[in-house]
């Protein structure tokens, strides 16, 4: 088989762990697999060279950030080959630029164009391990981008479909993605085959181990993507197509974000238009909004209330009160200590009374919604955040997640 | 006017370093100067990259190191660049492989093959300054190269012929090339202008200023070099062309290196060949021998005495010992005490009695040679260590380098 194989940070963290990383890479190519090795700066490095550039200048420009970070992967990608060599591997590092890695122009967060991958699969075939530089490429006028936080796992993705792979792994500190969090509720299961629309709404509510980038791309070329664990030989979670076994389980896992905070507009005239008005000074300030509910207007006026996340409230309050009147509203209160929570799950599709299922389990639990949002295949509620590990822990047994798979 | 600026890990030592050495820069800009500013790797980055691979293993293949050294450039490229667009300047950064630098494959020592300085050539005409890694390259697979200590100077050197800059600045932490050191001779003078041959002698005799190679190759293509100082904006010394002026002084400086051993191998057979069976051990461990004197031959025999850097003494030793039998000779002898003093002057092609001057100067003043060679611009001696700093005096004296140069 060929595989992508992709090591974050933590794996690359100094000598004896890159020593660790290369003992994985010669077990999978003893398996008799070609393999393209996708890898992360040393863990620290990139945040020493960002802190390096504003130590510069604090608006350093992106261009010039980007050929700094860039150094970071290019540092681990060449270790890791040196030691692949001394294991007697045949084995060469490529930067982003050399592995054919082209991006549009947006410094700092430039996204993938294409991928010429001809040296890559010419080292592959010549029964070479080719080792990559993450989280960057070049642009058009050939100079060097970097794709953003966690653009390794993109890089790792978007290398897998170029090079046709057979899958790509991607290695992490934990063995997969569990029905939920196992520290608050230890009877948490392994997830086996989570579908791409489940592991988007996981990625996306804050399980950390996979960038939601990475799973959209993944996703549109049915790329699967193998989340396993960098200490265990154990097969972790696979990110797959949709099949008929998952359609079993209507729900798949529970997710939490503590990390919340609400506003709420009071009162304002129900008109069109009012919601852009609302938001397109918080996306000025390049604040993410994200659950957001409208209420019923009564006497043409209508309440509207959004989460950010908590280290945005006190600026986003700010800039709620300043435009307050602008917005003919009636007044704005916030809290602070509010946590969302999520059932995730394609079988929801087929399944009714899910959402009643949820709520109730809450009410009976003595817990109050503040927020409701729904999609497909989730179900999110925000509420108090002294609620949130009774809410998971009520959740995953009303659902039945400790039960094994079927 | 083009001039390429080149500045050492000194002058990027850090970030307070580094705005120092963009005010340099900015200040010859205003000057109205078209700059490509060629950069080492801040001081101590590359021994600390190439501990780096050696903890990794202690044969690291040296393709991946140089992708691992190259990254320190990298970085000090970026960051001057950021400096430079902070103060309001257009910059931007180039690794060697944008700004063309074609090597051979001989990675951790590769020469330059050639320079395609195009998009250097587009960026200094759109009015930006280019600043560009030095000591790297790309090699015909398009892998990255390095050129092996001191290879920045090689790099401004060579980017300065390509660029058809009107001189290369190389900046030091000295203000030029002097007549011999001061700390030892207060009098010491600033020479303003050296032939190429005089310095290739300065910097191949331990004159630390400027790497040897780039002064062959700058003599090659007859590129001024104007070595100057990063602390004041002062004339430095100008590497040139020979030209009438210099025929006026018949010796231009004295050169010395106490980091030396000789050994002499005793009574010999004096027959074709012997010499290459001496020495090719000696090379065979990758040790240089300097100079070499072969002493007439007495019935058929001959004494061969040499010398190499001191660090080097007792290996060599061992080796002679081992091959004393193979190559019949008597004995061996050696000592780790002797220094070397040289005299360097183009004008001594036209003036006869130079050598004889500082053979009576040594003599006068009770010092003993026990080694003398000679070329067409420099006479060389090797004499104990202890007797250095007075050789230098004496010779200093006896050749009225502390008179105004006229």
Same mark, same amino acid.
Not at 100 to 105: A, E, F, H, R, V
Not at 160 to 169: F, P, S
Not at 216 to 237: C, E, N, T, W
Not at 242 to 268: H, S
């Given at each position: 088989?060929?595989?992508?194989?992709?090591?974050?940070?933590?794996?690359?963290?100094?000598?004896?762990?890159?020593r660790e990383t290369a003992a994985i890479v010669r077990r999978e190519h003893e398996r008799g697999h070609q393999l393209a090795v996708v890898v992360s700066a040393m863990a620290g490095e990139t945040n020493r060279l960002l802190a390096l550039a504003h130590e510069m200048d604090e608006y350093a420009s992106p261009e010039e950030t980007d050929v700094l970070l860039a150094t970071g992967e290019q540092c681990s990608a060449a270790l890791l080959a040196i030691?692949?060599?001394?294991?007697?591997?045949?084995?060469?590092?490529?930067?982003?630029?050399?592995?054919?890695?082209?991006?549009?122009?947006?410094?700092?967060?430039?996204?993938?164009?294409?991928?010429?991958?001809?040296?890559?699969?010419?080292?592959?075939?010549?029964?070479?391990?080719?080792?990559?530089?993450?989280?960057?490429?070049?642009?058009?006028?050939?100079?060097?981008?970097?794709?953003?936080?966690?653009?390794?796992?993109?890089?790792?993705?978007?290398?897998?479909?170029?090079?046709?792979?057979?899958?790509?792994?991607?290695?992490?500190?934990?063995?997969?993605?569990?029905?939920?969090?196992?520290?608050?509720?230890?009877?948490?299961?392994?997830?086996?085959?989570?579908?791409?629309?489940?592991?988007?709404?996981?990625?996306?509510?804050?399980?950390?181990?996979?960038?939601?980038?990475?799973?959209?791309?993944?996703?549109?070329?049915?790329?699967?993507?193998?989340?396993?664990?960098?200490?265990?030989?154990?097969?972790?979670?696979?990110?797959?197509?949709?099949?008929?076994?998952?359609?079993?389980?209507?729900?798949?896992?529970?997710?939490?974000?503590?990390?919340?905070?609400?506003?709420?507009?009071?009162?304002?005239?129900?008109?069109?238009?009012?919601?852009?008005?609302?938001?397109?000074?918080?996306?000025?300030?390049?604040?993410?909004?994200?659950?957001?509910?409208?209420?019923?207007?009564?006497?043409?006026?209508?309440?509207?209330?959004?989460?950010?996340?908590?280290?945005?409230?006190?600026?986003?309050?700010?800039?709620?009160?300043?435009?307050?009147?602008?917005?003919?509203?009636?007044?704005?209160?916030?809290?602070?200590?509010?946590?969302?929570?999520?059932? !995730?799950?394609?079988?929801?599709?087929?399944?009714?009374?899910?959402?009643?299922?949820?709520?109730?389990?809450?009410?009976?639990?003595? !817990?109050?919604?503040?927020?409701?949002?729904?999609?497909?295949?989730?179900?999110?509620?925000?509420?108090?955040?002294?609620?949130?590990?009774?809410? !998971?822990?009520?959740?995953?047994?009303?659902?039945?997640?400790?039960?094994?798979?079927?």
């Amino acid at each position: 088989m060929r595989i992508v194989q992709k090591f974050g940070g933590t794996s690359m963290g100094g000598v004896a762990r890159i020593r660790e990383t290369a003992a994985i890479v010669r077990r999978e190519h003893e398996r008799g697999h070609q393999l393209a090795v996708v890898v992360s700066a040393m863990a620290g490095e990139t945040n020493r060279l960002l802190a390096l550039a504003h130590e510069m200048d604090e608006y350093a420009s992106p261009e010039e950030t980007d050929v700094l970070l860039a150094t970071g992967e290019q540092c681990s990608a060449a270790l890791l080959a040196i030691e692949l060599q001394r294991l007697g591997l045949k084995a060469r590092s490529f930067t982003g630029a050399q592995a054919g890695l082209l991006t549009n122009n947006s410094h700092g967060r430039a996204r993938i164009e294409s991928i010429d991958p001809g040296h890559i699969v010419a080292a592959l075939d010549d029964g070479c391990i080719a080792v990559i530089t993450g989280f960057q490429g070049v642009d058009t006028a050939g100079r060097i981008s970097t794709l953003g936080r966690g653009g390794s796992d993109t890089s790792a993705v978007a290398l897998a479909i170029a090079l046709k792979a057979d899958a790509c792994d991607i290695y992490t500190d934990v063995d997969g993605i569990y029905t939920t969090d196992p520290r608050i509720v230890p009877e948490a299961r392994k997830i086996e085959r989570i579908s791409y629309e489940e592991m988007l709404e996981f990625a996306s509510l804050g399980a950390k181990v996979l960038q939601t980038r990475s799973v959209g791309l993944a996703m549109k070329y049915r790329m699967p993507i193998h989340l396993r664990s960098s200490f265990h030989d154990v097969r972790g979670s696979m990110v797959c197509e949709e099949d008929e076994d998952m359609e079993k389980a209507c729900v798949t896992g529970v997710a939490y974000n503590r990390n919340e905070a609400k506003i709420t507009l009071q009162g304002i005239p129900d008109r069109p238009g009012i919601a852009s008005g609302v938001f397109a000074p918080v996306s000025d300030a390049d604040i993410n909004v994200d659950v957001i509910v409208q209420n019923i207007s009564e006497h043409g006026l209508t309440d509207i209330t959004f989460t950010v996340s908590r280290e945005d409230y006190p600026r986003t309050m700010e800039i709620m009160h300043q435009h307050c009147a602008d917005m003919n509203a009636k007044g704005v209160a916030g809290s602070d200590d509010v946590a969302k929570v999520s059932i !995730i799950g394609v079988g929801m599709r087929s399944h009714a009374g899910v959402a009643q299922t949820m709520f109730r389990t809450l009410a009976d639990g003595g !817990i109050n919604i503040e927020m409701i949002t729904t999609s497909e295949i989730k179900v999110t509620v925000v509420i108090s955040e002294r609620d949130v590990d009774k809410a !998971i822990r009520l959740l995953h047994q009303a659902f039945e997640l400790d039960a094994e798979q079927a």
